[in-house]
């Protein structure tokens, strides 16, 4: 009997809810493995495929996308898309989607962690328990910084930002923000103030980057805005890696031009700038920022309900404008 299922090209292995849908509706080009493929495995499992369903450490570009021309449906796993040329993908025809909304709160909850874990010397602390080393309490041991109260830097007001800024209400901070457009009066929380990025980077006391990554945003971040910062404050990002400048960031922090730093996300994933891990002050998380189970599933389902309406002759629900 003839397997009229439509063909599917995972690059990566998703969480089970979502494979054992996937296996029920469509024929798989491979089975995926929990590894980035290489380029040029990508490449021949896109052309094989009637859509696919791609995470954000693939590189798909132009020649990729061209090559691919089977393919109808590009459905990115993640919400930003900077791994994918879209412009290629444009003059070609190939829909593009993300999944927006679906992992606003377990990243805003994972920049709440990294917030606490880096005033608060969460991980020294663990260390040093974990060493054995530790003699009992001290008036002197590892002082961090408090949270409540403070001012907190939001770059980037969309989804993720807003749901941090809503979380800092119950530390009673205020909260400044920075993005390409002043949010309307009635969008705004008490307390919520917009801000030059110069200004911003000057008031407050943890700074926050929630942009997506573009050519404006890359190195956003960098030796001149560092210094614009207190050097009580510090620094997170739970975005994209190359919005702050990793180099100029490890100079600030040896010198103390900042007080710490919190990253999940970095310049050359998975390579980390080897001077971040030599600093104590820094806390240092592996892409985490949407790794709740609940979290995931739903971007499979996100990505799915996409596949299934362009393969159907619908418009995506999702699709990318660019």
Known sequence: MTDTRPTLYLSRLLPDPIMAIVRER??????PLDALPTPSALRDG?????????????RIDAETIHAADRLKLLANYAVGYNNIDLAAARQRGLIVT???DVLTDATADLTWALILATARRIVEGD?????????GWSPTQLLGAEVSGKTLGIIGMGRI???VAQRAMGFRMAVRYHARHEMAASSLSSGWESRSLQDLLGE????????PLTPSTRHLIGTRELAWMKPTAFLINTARGPIADEGALVEALRRGTIAGAGLDVYEQEPVVHPALSQLKQVVLLPHLGSATLHARVQMGLVCLKNIHAVLEGLPAPNRVQA
């Open 26 to 31: 469509f024929r798989l080009v491979q089975e």
């Open 127 to 135: 260390v040093l328990v974990r060493s054995g080393q530790w003699t």
């Open 204 to 211: 407050a006391d943890i700074v926050t980057i929630h942009v």
């Open 46 to 58: 896109l052309c094989h495929a009637d859509a696919a369903i791609v995470t954000l450490g693939d």
């Open 161 to 163: 930002g807003q749901a």
């Open 98 to 100: 993300n999944t927006p």
